[in-house]
């Protein structure tokens, strides 16, 4: 008995020593939480590389946990009514206000949101994604449409993509409008991290499609990912080893996106997956020109380099060589002329995050092509710190950041 017990003592201070343990920065608040946040994370990230190396289960697979155990069934209270529908297809979970009494049906705003999670995880039916989208309901009057589009890497780029636009072209007509109240004027497309990819993808290439009528009003993005050429900006190098999303965990979720195949990943990892193609638009994410002084810190550029012969052959001509320099995967990937009718955009990006440069090019890149950008930068703030309003994980920084989000769409939308 004793001996027992001081066994599984001396287990849990390795288990705390090896994985609570960790370089997180001083100036981040309510630190103890994120540790242990992130100990529980990195935890399942090795069990799930330790699965797939024995063949139990791949990678995504375990890590998909994250998502279960945070879902909930979205059901009705008394101010928001909430249901299932298809639209063209794809399953979505609509909030609606309820109507207050002797109120006339004034038509409402509404916010289209895509959940993160890299492509691979996540869901509207995650605990934090549900309270955001309730709250948003009440305090914007606004419906709000969360897209349950498909995941890789069952559904590779540009399933993924494709779901939120049909989704997108669905919504937006006048008949679906008006069975809804919407304010064909006041309609925002919004996501966080690789919904913040998608939101921005379909903003652009809603501009593209002359049968385009009812256009968007915003965009708000939240630490977006919004290229996949570069994995090595300052913001990577810096925030490589951070909380809840290190480098590896989004080099691994952009490889996925695009390929199951694990060479693609370890080119990705070593920033030497660019293709002559790709390599053709590395001066659309060239950091040494897109951000200011202040954020490119001590790092010095250097351009991805293009391995060609052994690599090309590889991936030369393959389905993720091509999705490489597709701005549907990777919005920075357009000239200004495609992006100066967009949509005025709110930015969100974290000091503690690989994706900080993503963002941070984007403003200057929209600024640039004459697009209004509200650009809101948390010094102390980490990736995916937004999903986290839910007890035992509840942090302040996500209770600012989503009251400061809201505020945003109140006042542009
Ligand atoms: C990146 O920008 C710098 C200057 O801002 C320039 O010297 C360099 O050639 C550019 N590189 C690429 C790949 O566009
Ligand atoms: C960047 O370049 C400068 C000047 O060439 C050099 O002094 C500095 O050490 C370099 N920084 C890094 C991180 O390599």
Sequence with gaps: MRL????????????????????????IEERWKLMLTDAFFRSLSHLADFSELV??????GVMYVITLIENVVPVSDEHV???MENFDGVEVVLYQPK????????????????????????????????????????????????????????????????DVYRVVKHFLQMGVLAQFSVDPGRIAISGDSAGGNLAAA????????????????AQALIYPVLQALDLNTPSYQQNQDMPI??????????????????????????????????????????????LPEAYRRKYNYSAPTVVHGEAEQEFGTSEPSRSLADPRASPLL?????????????????????????????????????????????????????????WPTDFLLARRMTDNYVK??????
Excluded at 359 to 375: F, N, P, Q, S
Aim: aromatic share 12%.
């Design 4 to 27: 027992g017990s001081i066994i599984l003592f001396a287990a849990l201070c390795a288990f705390t020593a090896y994985y609570v343990y960790e370089p997180i920065p001083e100036d």
């Design 55 to 60: 063949g139990l289960k791949d990678y995504m």
């Design 81 to 83: 009514m909430v249901t």
């Design 99 to 162: 109507q207050q009494s002797g109120d006339d049906t004034e038509p409402r705003r509404a916010v289209i949101y895509l959940h993160g999670g890299g492509w691979c995880l996540g869901s509207s039916r995650m605990g934090p994604y549900d309270m955001l989208a309730r709250k948003m309901t009440i305090e914007l009057n606004a419906v709000i449409v969360s897209v349950e589009y498909r995941l890789a890497p069952a559904h590779h780029f540009p399933v993924p993509y494709e």
């Design 202 to 217: 379909v903003s652009q290439q809603l501009l593209k499609d002359p049968t385009q009528q009812i256009h968007l009003k």
């Design 245 to 290: 999303l290190p480098r590896t965990l989004m080099v691994r979720f952009w490889s996925e996106y695009f390929t199951s195949d694990k060479a693609f990943f370890r080119a990705m990892m070593a920033n030497t997956h660019n293709n002559p193609e790709s390599s053709s638009l590395l001066k659309f994410v060239n950091w040494s020109a897109f």
């Design 334 to 390: 357009v000239p200004d002329t495609a992006l100066h009718s967009l949509p005025k955009a709110y930015i969100l990006t974290c000091e503690y995050d690989v994706l900080r440069d993503d963002g941070i090019m984007y403003v200057t890149r929209l600024r640039t092509a004459g697009v209004a950008v509200t650009h809101e930068h948390y010094d102390t703030g980490f990736h995916g710190a937004l999903m986290f309003t839910v």
């Design 408 to 413: 945003w769409l109140k006042e542009n939308l």
